[in-house]
T-cell receptor, first 114, second 110 residues
Framework: NAGVTQTPKFQVLKTGQSMTLQCAQD?????MSWYRQDPGMGLRLIHY???????DQGEVPNGYNVSRSTTEDFPLRLLSAAPSQTSVYFC?????????????FGPGTRLTVL | EDKVVQSPLSLVVHEGDTVTLNCSYE??????LLWYKQEKKAPTFLFML????IEKKSGRLSSILDKKELSSILNITATQTGDSAIYLC??????????FGTGTRLTVIP
C-alpha cells in the first residue's frame, strides 16, 4: 500500500492564483481530512469528508473548497490564494466510525503565497 | 471551546535522560487521545489512548491517560538523538473532530 499520498510537495503561488492540492489513499478509508500547520498554531482542520459525496467544514474552511467524488481522492482547492494561506498542508485518512481507529497522514505540501 | 494544551513548549536534554511530556485537554464528547512524533515531514502515529486503553508502551516510550484529570503524559526513557522531534498530542472529539496541541519540541544532545 502507498498509504496517503500528496502532490505537489512544494508550491509557490502569487496572490490571486488558484490551485488544487491532490490527496489520495489506497486503504479504503471512509474519512479523509485536510489540515494546515502553522508555527505556534498546531494542526488545524480545514475540511473533512466522511465518505464519497459527503464533505463538511472544519475549524478554518474559508478560502478553501473540497469535493469527494471517489473514496480514494480528496482534493483541496484554493480559489484565490492569499499570503495568509502560506502554510504546510497535510491530508489524512482513517476508517472512522470507531473511537479506536488511527489516523494516517500524507507527507505534506509546503505552500508559499507571495 | 475545545482545546488541547501541551507543555513544555520545548525541552533540551542529554542522551540517556528520561523525559515526560504533558498534554491536557478540554473537549466535548471525548473519544480518544493520540500522540504523534513529527520530524521533518508528516506526523508519525505513536499511541492512541481511550477509556478502555489508558496505558500504552512501546520500547522506550510509554503513555498514560488520566481521564479524571483530563490529561496524558508521554514518557521517553534513555533518550537518544533520534528522539529529537516535535511531539504532538491530539484529542478526538466525536467521529472526526481532531484537536491538536501546538506540540513539544524535544532536542536530545549527544
Amino acid at each position: 500500500n502507498a498509504g496517503v499520498t500528496q502532490t505537489p510537495k512544494f508550491q509557490v503561488l502569487k496572490t490571486g492564483q488558484s490551485m488544487t492540492l491532490q490527496c489520495a489513499q489506497d486503504m479504503n478509508h471512509e474519512y479523509m481530512s485536510w489540515y494546515r500547520q502553522d508555527p505556534g498554531m498546531g494542526l488545524r482542520l480545514i475540511h473533512y469528508s466522511v465518505g464519497a459525496g459527503i464533505t463538511d467544514q472544519g475549524e478554518v474552511p474559508n478560502g478553501y473548497n473540497v469535493s469527494r467524488s471517489t473514496t480514494e481522492d480528496f482534493p483541496l482547492r484554493l480559489l484565490s490564494a492569499a499570503p495568509s494561506q502560506t502554510s504546510v498542508y497535510f491530508c489524512a485518512s482513517h476508517f472512522g466510525g470507531s473511537s479506536t481507529d488511527t489516523q494516517y497522514f500524507g507527507p505534506g505540501t509546503r505552500l508559499t503565497v507571495l | 471551546e475545545d482545546k488541547v494544551v501541551q507543555s513544555p513548549l520545548s525541552l533540551v536534554v542529554h542522551e540517556g535522560d528520561t523525559v515526560t511530556l504533558n498534554c491536557s485537554y478540554e473537549v466535548t464528547n471525548f473519544r480518544s487521545l493520540l500522540w504523534y512524533k513529527q520530524e521533518k515531514k508528516a506526523p508519525t502515529f505513536l499511541f492512541m489512548l481511550t477509556s478502555s486503553g489508558i496505558e500504552k508502551k512501546s520500547g522506550r516510550l510509554s503513555s498514560i491517560l488520566d481521564k479524571k484529570e483530563l490529561s496524558s503524559i508521554l514518557n521517553i526513557t534513555a533518550t537518544q538523538t533520534g528522539d529529537s522531534a516535535i511531539y504532538l498530542c491530539a484529542v478526538r472529539s466525536g467521529a472526526n473532530n481532531l484537536f491538536f496541541g501546538t506540540g513539544t519540541r524535544l532536542t536530545v544532545i549527544p
